[in-house]
């Protein structure tokens, strides 16, 4: 795959005794979206944290755009995860004391914008993501679906070749799941962002271009989503 912008083969992990990823691989192109599914504890998100960056795996080699994650310093990997990935959870992990607009302004100010062009770059993807009315409120007035919403602008806003999503939805109401998956799909390809996508839900992983099963920390490709 001559596009791809992330690769990993043979993955393993082991915390204590349990293994929680046993030879995993995956591969993602430049605007597309992968759907990772499984069940609970099959290691799902084990594996978005190794191909963020965020946890080392005991084995396995892990690419990004032509470099070799385990050979980066910590403080490089955290640059990386900085300035080109993006992260979306499932509960949205907004900062309680920032209003919306700042929270989707933050990771721009921590890559050195000041604080006027960070809003002001913050504002298309709040208006993007149908929220601008809510760009002076802060996360506790606001709706889950909402903060949802804030939450994948502000991983978006820093324009990331690759944004991890761990149960986006997982905690919205069906109707607001889909209407924040198709913002987040729709924003990623217009900006040819890859995303990781981790659901349990077959009606979220209908918006992704391809699946794959995580079963006992293996790996296993689905083809084309439904
Ligand atoms: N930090 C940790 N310390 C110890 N064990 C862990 C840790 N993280 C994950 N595990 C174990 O590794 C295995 C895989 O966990 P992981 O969180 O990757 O699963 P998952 O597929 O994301 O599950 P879920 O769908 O419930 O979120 C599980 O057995 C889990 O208990
Ligand atoms: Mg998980």
Redesign the pocket.
């Known amino acids: 795959m001559s596009s791809a912008v992330l690769t990993a083969v043979g993955l393993r992990k082991t915390?204590?005794t349990?293994p929680?990823l046993a030879g995993a691989d995956f591969g993602i192109s430049a605007g597309e979206t992968v759907a990772v599914m499984?069940p609970?504890?099959?290691?799902?998100?084990?594996l978005l944290h190794c191909l963020a960056g965020i946890v080392l795996p005991d084995a396995g080699t892990i690419m990004y755009g032509g470099r070799k994650l385990s050979a980066l310093s910590d403080a490089e990997r955290s640059a990386l995860r900085r300035s080109e990935f993006g992260f979306v959870f499932q509960f949205g992990q907004l900062v309680p004391e920032l209003t919306c607009i700042e929270n989707v302004a933050l990771p721009l100010r921590l890559t050195g914008h000041s604080r006027r062009a960070a809003e002001r770059a913050a504002m298309p993807w709040l208006e993007r993501l149908e929220v601008a009315d809510l760009a002076n409120k802060r996360p506790g007035e606001i709706s889950g679906g909402q903060g949802q919403r804030v939450a994948v602008a502000r991983a978006l806003a820093t324009a990331p070749r690759v944004v991890f999503a761990d149960e986006p939805t997982g905690a919205l109401d069906s109707l607001n799941g889909e209407r924040v998956m198709e913002l987040l799909t729709d924003a990623a390809r217009a900006t040819k962002a890859a995303v990781v996508l981790?659901t349990?839900d077959p009606r979220v992983a209908a918006y992704a271009d391809r699946e794959i099963v995580?079963r006992d920390g293996h790996t296993r490709s689905m083809g084309a989503a439904a």
Request: without cysteine.
């Open positions: 915390y204590g349990t929680a499984g609970s504890g099959s290691g799902k998100s084990t981790v349990h995580v």
